[in-house]
């Protein structure tokens, strides 16, 4: 069989045999491609990646199945994927992050005032220095002393789970929801550090650091406590999991 050939073979092939036979190992290669992205869209609609205790569908496709970064973010874009990440993260081959994001006309104009603000302190005023001038004043200001990298919803003022205030299943379940103490909090963040969702099958821990929130290991509305002990650290993407799952709410197929 021709895929079988070895390096040396293709040189004793004639010149139209070469050209065809390129010509069907890229036929072959289109259909397998098509095979990969019709696998990705199915492991993204299940949510695949989350039960193998990865946070997102890139790191499953670079850890887990072995992408470099670019490859698994070409894959990700051509499956159209990413279509509906608003913004839209490219994560690039020199581990650079391309953002995309939409702004409303108030939003920009705002983000311009702040650049001219900053004028003394960044003259060059290019949004990435901008960028990370903020977030080192914001990292500074909310993290605890830890210095654990947190960008939850439970940090902000308004405890509300922005997770369950998408559903109207769990109205009953919130009802008996008391404010998670802000140093009890800290204390779990202190303790997990990280993601603590795990694979029951491989052990695997998530173990990210990006947008973590507290999670109640018995539900509040299962007469959960706030103790430590009840509590563990979970990122946003497993925390709905989980909720999913206690919610008994199934994805749609
Ligand atoms: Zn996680």
């Given at each position: ?183 009890v909090r800290?204390q779990i963040l202190?303790r997990d ?21 507290a ?13 430590a002990?009840?509590l563990r650290i ?20």
């Amino acid at each position: 069989m021709r895929w079988k050939m070895h390096a040396s073979d293709f040189k004793k092939l004639s010149n139209t045999e070469l050209d065809q036979t390129l010509k069907q190992a890229v036929r072959k290669e289109r259909q397998l491609l098509s095979e990969i992205l019709l696998h990705m869209v199915e492991v993204d609609r299940r949510k695949l990646f989350l039960t193998l205790a990865y946070p997102n569908l890139f790191d499953y496709l670079t850890k887990h199945i072995g992408y470099s970064a670019g490859s698994a973010q070409r894959r990700i874009d051509a499956a159209r994927l990413s279509k509906e990440e608003s913004p839209k993260v490219t994560h690039q081959q020199n581990e650079s992050v391309r953002l995309e994001v939409t702004l409303t006309k108030a939003q920009w104009g705002k983000l311009n005032q702040m650049r001219e603000l900053l004028s003394s302190s960044l003259p060059s005023g290019s949004w990435d220095e901008v960028l990370e001038y903020v977030s080192d004043k914001v990292i500074t200001q909310k993290s605890p002393k830890t210095k654990i990298t947190v960008d939850a919803p439970n940090n902000h003022s308004n405890e509300k789970d922005s997770i369950q205030t998408q559903h109207t299943k769990e109205t009953d379940m919130r009802r008996a929801r008391k404010p998670l103490v802000r140093s009890v909090r800290h204390q779990i963040l202190k303790r997990d550090q990280c993601c603590q969702y795990q694979d029951q099958k491989t052990g695997k821990v998530c173990g990210t650091k990006w947008h973590l929130h507290a999670d109640h290991i018995q539900p509040v509305w299962a007469e959960g406590s706030n103790d430590a002990k009840n509590l563990r650290i979970l990122c946003a993407s497993h925390n709905l999991e989980i909720y999913r799952s206690q919610a008994g709410i199934s994805r749609r197929i």
